[in-house]
């Protein structure tokens, strides 16, 4: 059976290690279950440097060397397969997730150490190579969900890989194979509400894959059923995600056992004292479940002995609470008031909203599904059910203008929200990387791969997809904002009017909708094209 | 001995590592410092230094 060895690469390097690759985690086991021999080695977490990865890299004679993040992680993962390929010339690299998902073809070419590429979900993708590797084979072209090279250098795109179906077939997380005492645990505090601050011994789960709602900034690893395979014109499989009027989406859950039945089985074995759902949005899916998925799972909750005994006795948390507090993402306008109740009840801490904005004309523009109305709906709900909602906000919107700014300021001050925003940025895979690719690339000198080692988490400034603010603009007016210096910000807003012309009492805007604009001109042609034939 | 590698088998060779957390002392406080940075934190990254540097040598 074949000898893998998994590397977890680093990403976000200024902060401590917080959260166990859950991805990684769960093909481990699989692959465990499958009875190969596995070992992990947690760059992320021991961030020990080169000279470790090289050790481990000679530990043994590895056949596969798997490895795989988000997009972020993609600096962490050139430096380990430029070590991996000169240390261990015999072994396959095989690298996955979103890096390599979002672009395919881009990542083969910035990564020549990488023999194969998995596209999208890696369930019955790795298993199946592992299999190959074993008999010795190597014929990727005919496993499906996959990206490798031919003899010629050439890349080869296998058919799309379906996603897997019954979710529950998935074995428990390999958390064993992580160092959960030595770093996780010690970094288990999430400053979002007092019990995540207070928790001490927290992992992360995954209960469902995909979201209904198509927000323009959003990408979904390919596991959504946002991708696409298609032949562009020279008969080469491309993929593709959303594009503006055209989604795809695929809604899938663990049932409400298998979820309990997890969280049980870690918190015996770990004594977990929090468990933070990874979920893009669980709203969607207790939508999706007609407002039965939720419920559900709070009652076994309960009924497992999960529910902490500081709710259970009507008390204040405190270090001598037992059961496991949780918290996870909700949406403005999916959540409800009797939802909320429950979910606190069984020990919901806090949930990530992604408001965004208070801005109407923003928020019209985004795909999200929300309004400021309902924004402001769901964060009174949230609050008056006991959980804290964590109100994110964006700025440099395509469209933001110095009107978006104050109704942002405005609804921060009634809400008592304390924010500094992320800034907008179109990650790979995203509807608006596919819109503003062109012009992000620009601003990296026509180099793509140094836009993408340029990404973070979004609160430091990369490329710029505002029509009307550059990016001094938007550093400048984010700190301002945050200080609710309204004075400042109306002076250089005249400032502003002047260099661009704009007179007062117009809106303070050069916004022009490219996604609008794109079907304007196309129908401009069309209607060129039937006037000259009717000549 | 370390136990940076965790599998479910014994590796032909195992991974030491020598050095008590893989950091100097200088690297974890320049971490620590770079994470409050603002203010009066603020703080000489030592190995972005440019020791001799011409201009300040003329001033002298």
């Not at chain 1, 909750?301 to 949780?326: F, M």
């Not at chain 1, 109305?373 to 059910?385: A, C, I, P």
């Not at chain 2, 599998?7 to 195992?14: C, H, I, L, Q, S």
Request: aromatic content about 10%.
């Amino acid at each position: 059976m074949a000898k893998i060895l998994f590397i977890n690469p680093v990403v976000r390097e200024e902060d401590d290690p917080r959260h166990v690759p859950y991805g990684i985690a769960l093909l481990a086991a699989i692959a465990m279950r499958d009875g190969h021999q596995v070992q992990v080695y947690d760059e992320n977490a021991w961030r020990k440097g080169p000279e470790i990865l090289k050790q481990v890299c000679n530990a043994d004679r590895w056949d596969v060397i798997a490895l795989g993040g988000i997009t972020t992680a993609y600096g962490s993962i050139k430096n380990i397969v430029r070590i991996a390929r000169d240390e261990c010339p015999q072994a396959l690299i095989v690298l996955g997730g979103g890096v390599l998902t979002s672009l395919p073809r881009e990542m083969m070419g910035f990564l020549p150490q990488v023999d194969v590429g998995v596209i999208g979900e890696g369930f019955i993708t790795l298993p199946e190579i592992l299999q190959k590797v074993d008999a010795g084979e190597h014929d990727w072209e005919n496993v499906d969900g996959t990206i490798s090279r031919n003899s010629d250098g050439g890349l080869v795109i296998s058919a799309q890989r379906a996603l897997l179906e019954d979710l529950d077939s998935l074995p428990y997380p390999a958390w064993d194979l992580f160092p959960l005492e030595e770093v996780y645990f010690p970094n288990s505090q999430v400053l979002f509400s007092e019990e995540g601050m207070l928790a001490k011994r927290r992992l992360d789960i995954n209960a469902s894959y995909g979201c209904s709602l198509v927000c323009r900034y959003c990408y979904h690893l390919g596991i959504a059923g946002d991708m696409k395979y298609a032949p562009d014109a020279n008969n080469e499989l491309q993929v593709s995600f959303d594009e503006p009027g055209n989604y795809s989406r695929s809604i899938r859950y663990h049932s409400p056992e298998y979820i309990v039945g997890l969280v049980k089985h870690a918190y015996e074995k770990y004594n977990l004292d929090f468990v933070g759902f990874l979920d893009e949005n669980l709203m969607t899916m207790d939508q999706y479940s007609k407002r039965t998925w939720l419920k559900e799972i709070c009652r076994l909750w309960k009924e497992n002995g999960l529910q902490p005994t500081c709710i259970r006795d009507g008390v204040e948390h405190d270090e001598h609470c037992r059961g496991v507090h949780w918290s996870g993402t909700s949406h403005a306008t999916l959540c409800n008031p009797e939802t909320l109740k429950i979910m606190r009840e069984a020990g919901c801490s806090h949930l990530i909203y992604g408001y965004e904005s208070f801005s109407p004309h923003v928020m019209k523009t985004i795909g999200k599904g929300a309004t400021p109305k309902t924004n402001m709906r769901s964060f009174f709900w949230t609050l008056e059910s006991g959980i804290r909602p964590i109100p994110n906000q964006i700025i440099g919107f395509p469209n933001e203008d110095f009107q978006a700014i104050y109704e942002n300021m405005d609804a921060w001050k009634k809400l008592g929200i304390v924010v500094k925003p992320f800034f907008a940025t179109a990650y790979p895979g995203s509807e608006w990387f596919t819109t503003y690719r062109n012009w992000i690339v620009e601003q990296y000198d026509g180099d793509l791969e140094k836009y993408i080692q340029d990404l973070g988490d979004a609160t430091r400034i990369t490329a710029v997809i505002s029509h009307n603010f550059n990016a001094v603009e938007l550093l400048g007016l984010r700190e301002l904002m945050m200080n609710f210096d309204y004075k400042r910000i109306e002076e250089y807003e005249q400032y502003w009017r002047r260099n661009h012309n704009i007179p007062d009492g117009a809106p303070s805007t050069i916004f022009q909708d490219p996604v609008k604009n794109k079907a304007k001109k196309a129908a401009n042609i069309r209607l060129a094209a039937g006037n000259s034939g009717s000549h | 001995m370390s136990d940076l590698l965790k599998g479910n088998f014994d590796t032909a060779k195992p991974v030491v590592d020598n050095s008590e957390d893989g950091q100097t002392l200088e690297q974890r406080f320049e971490k620590e410092a770079l994470k409050k940075l603002g203010g009066s934190i603020a703080f000489v990254a030592k190995q972005e230094v440019v020791w001799g540097d011409e201009d300040a040598e003329q001033d002298d």
